[in-house]
């Protein structure tokens, strides 16, 4: 360390091992935000892809600044949200082994690009899926059978989520038709109002502005992109060894000691780089953009000329965003048209 006026005993971080391929290609939500009885019943989660980058250029307002009220150039991720339809609602109850599946209820009308989930081959399929379960609203005795589960959800249940899925469909940049399915919880009110809440909105479309709103800091949950097998020097980021090395410089020349007779897990190695699962947090919301609206364009109060938010020729490897959308500020992990999670605090 004769070059270094500082001490760095490692180059890596240790909190992210082990760095191996993402289980799931979609992240996966591993904690939702905490719950506060005394707001409105409000969902905490939102599905997103992403269709690139671009940049604005804005006032800067931060008294005692250098930059203040000066224009910076900064770059910002578009991300592609049409509405989700919330199709079922979900109880869980607290036990000493964690939460438990209290009961599950599903909408009557279930669209065809869900459906498609539950089928590994639709074609192939009978496409049968939910026609016995949707009979069930159409007689009394199974109104009643609907109304007693959500009456034992409201008493036993201790966290309320709905289960959401994506308008594929509206998506022109993505060539899928299976629908992305996943559990939002709901957050604010009693656990009657919670289920209320969700019950009220079955087969209807929630937008993404019930969910974040402009300046709001957010969370992004998703899987980055891959980069294959990758040496020790780009993996890691250590040192490369002296022009003369013997067998290979791009390397760690000790990779331990004689005794423990093993290498340790805190050693730099070559493996496996990128598809892993990240959270990135505190990302601003700078704009919320609805189609129909003077968001979904590229104008501002300083610039009138219209044009659209999509760059001429659309953004690359993705297309035209043609339904709502997100503008953060910075990066977004994974590459154009990977899907992630967006979180509200």
Known sequence: MSHRKFEHPRHGSLGFLPRKRASRHRGKVKAFPKDDTSKPCKLTAFLGYKAGMTHIVREVEKPGSKLHKKETCEAVTIIETPPMVIVGVVGYVKTPRGLRSLNT????????????????????????????YSKQYESEEGKKSVTAQLEKMKKYATVIRVLAHTQIRKMKGLKQKKAHLMEIQVNGGTIADKVDFAYKFFEKQVPIDAVFQKDEMIDIIGVTKGKG?????????????????????????????????????????AGQNGYHHRTEMNKKVYRVGKVGDETHSAITDYDRTEKDITPIGGFPHYGV??????????????PKKRDGYRFAF
Do not use: N
């Not at 965003?321 to 994974?334: A, E, F, P, Q, R």
């Open 321 to 334: 965003v043609k339904s709502d959308y997100l503008m953060i500020k910075g990066g977004c992990v994974g």
């Open 229 to 269: 097998y990758e040496g020790v020097v780009t993996r890691w980021g250590v040192t490369r060894l002296p022009r003369k090395t013997h067998r290979g410089l791009r390397k760690v020349a000790c990779i331990g000691a004689w005794h423990p007779a093993r290498v340790s897990f805190t050693v730099a190695r």
């Open 105 to 132: 209820i599903w909408a009557q009308h279930l669209s065809e690009e869900v459906k498609r989930r539950f089928y590994k081959h639709w074609c192939k399929s009978k496409k049968k899926a939910f026609t016995k």
